[in-house]
């Protein structure tokens, strides 16, 4: 009989002990339960930084980063220095009074060529053997390059031409869109490249070109580390701007739609 007496005994014992648990968790709980849009979710109580708890009305003000303030070179930003082409901002057929690269087969912007000698003199002088592979390229060509493309990848079938129209946009820019056809751009190599193969290229001079350029009003228009703003990564590719310009943007890392965007957001801002 003891025995049997002692086993309830113990029973009630830990059911007393077991109610006096859930009593007690149940009124330190924290947590909340709301329904949001017929789901039920477990609301944890809100905490600051600090571990402190929040009350409603003390939602933590952001503090904003200090943007560095930029001096903006004070010019006309729609002056034709300054032309964007891309995928984004169709040129349509623009087409700039052009003169022929001396030496070469390519043109040239005639109000930018005097730079571009002076660029290529620059090269020379510094021993390297510079090559226009490329420099301005009218619509009509670009239009040919592109529907080109977009054929040769259509042609077998396996994408609609409206899907290979999408997929040529990646190799070749689409009629209006390439920055050839401002004639404010060359293509600068070591010598002639039907195909633009980089690893064959003298590295030494791109090297040179890239940290050169800007003191002649150039600047490298596609680095590798603004492709994905750009859209190219294009070691070879070199634009005028003007030599106020080419500093600047080489002095605060801006690629062209960087530097654009700066004069849109003052423009907005006023
Ligand atoms: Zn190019």
Known sequence: MRGKYSVLSILFSVMFMFLLLVIASRATETTKKVSVDGYTAVMQPALGTEGMELSADSTPIPTPAPTPKLILPSIDINSWEYMLANNS????????????????????????????????????????????????????????????????????????????????????APPGASEHQTGLAVDIT?????????????????????????????????PDKKEAITGWNE?????????????????????????????KKQETAK
């Open 89 to 172: 901002n169709n040129i349509s057929t623009y087409t700039p009074v052009v003169v022929p690269i001396e030496g070469t087969t390519q043109f040239f912007d005639e109000r930018a060529i005097s730079y571009l000698n002076e660029f290529l003199e620059g090269a020379r002088a510094a021993g390297f053997s510079p090559h226009i592979n490329a420099g301005y390229r009218p619509y009509s060509s670009q239009r040919y390059l592109f529907n080109g493309k977009a054929s040769q990848i259509s042609w077998d079938g396996t994408y609609t031409y409206a899907e290979a129209v999408e997929l040529a946009k990646k190799i070749v």
């Open 235 to 263: 070691p070879w590719h070199f634009r005028y701007v003007g030599k106020e310009v080419a500093k600047f943007m080489t002095k605060n890392n801006l690629c062209l739609e960087q530097f654009l965007e700066l004069y």
């Open 190 to 222: 070591d010598k002639h490249y039907k195909i633009m193969d980089l690893e064959a290229m003298d590295k030494n001079l791109l090297a040179w070109l890239k940290e050169h350029c800007y003191e002649y009003g150039f600047i490298l228009r596609y």
